[in-house]
């Protein structure tokens, strides 16, 4: 007969869990691996440090804990294969976010939770401006910034709504022109999306000028004064 649990000391630490988990998933799920592997996935990327959090494949089949865990929730499979099986399907459920690269002749699967620190990481690897270079490093590969990027380091917080607004953005305007405008919005104090869309839109009715050559003194004046001026930091 299995010992009882000790139950949970008031020092132990505290893993935070989205709301999401207990909304929707925990009734979504129907597969005990894949609940296992969520909720071990929530709890180790919190256990990561600096930017770039994130599971590595190899990573996860060389966790103990984890792979005894799902080694008794099916225990027709190798734990191996039930690893692959949880992970198909919470990618496919959204939960995670899975990345394929390759780096000196070795594939390597990375996964990060679909929330808005994971969007960026996986639109960063993907992209190719960073990769893991090895067990607990990472490579930063000399690459421009992403207007995502851009975005969080001079304008604001990259919200959910902010991260859709740039994608319509980016449908329908060249990635130069966003960039501009974000750097329009930085020079003349007005860090907000709504302020950069109507550069944008402004744009591309009126045209652009030679801002290089100061030829933009009057456009500042309007953007300072009437409808802008709202966007404006005084």
């Known amino acids: 007969m299995t010992e009882p649990s000790a139950g949970f000391m008031i020092r132990d630490e ?91 002749g070795v594939q390597r699967r990375i996964y990060v939770l679909n929330d808005v620190d994971g969007q960026r990481i996986h639109r960063q690897l993907v992209a190719g401006e960073w990769i893991p270079a090895g067990e607990g490093e990472i490579e930063i590969l000399p690459a421009r910034p992403t207007l995502y990027g851009l975005y969080e380091d001079n304008i604001g917080v990259l919200t959910p709504m902010i991260v859709d607004a740039i994608r319509e953005a980016e449908a329908e305007f060249s990635n130069d022109w966003i960039e501009d405008a974000m750097r329009y919005a930085v020079e003349r104090n007005a860090r907000n999306w709504r302020y950069i869309r109507k550069v944008l839109d402004s744009w591309r009715q009126e045209g652009r000028r030679d801002e290089k050559a100061g030829q933009d003194l009057e456009r500042h004046k309007q953007y300072t004064a009437g409808e802008w001026k709202d966007f404006i930091k005084s």
């Open 14 to 104: 505290v893993v935070a869990l989205p709301a999401a988990l207990f909304e929707s998933l925990l009734l979504e799920i129907d597969d005990l691996a894949e609940l296992k592997l969520t909720l071990f996935s929530l709890s180790a990327i919190q256990q990561k440090e600096g930017r770039y959090r994130y599971l590595r494949h190899d990573e996860l089949l060389a966790n103990k804990q984890l792979m005894l865990s799902l080694d008794s929730a099916d225990n027709a499979r190798s734990a191996s294969k039930t690893l692959d099986g949880a992970l198909e399907r919470a990618v496919r459920r959204g939960t995670l976010l899975e990345a394929v690269i390759h780096r000196q």
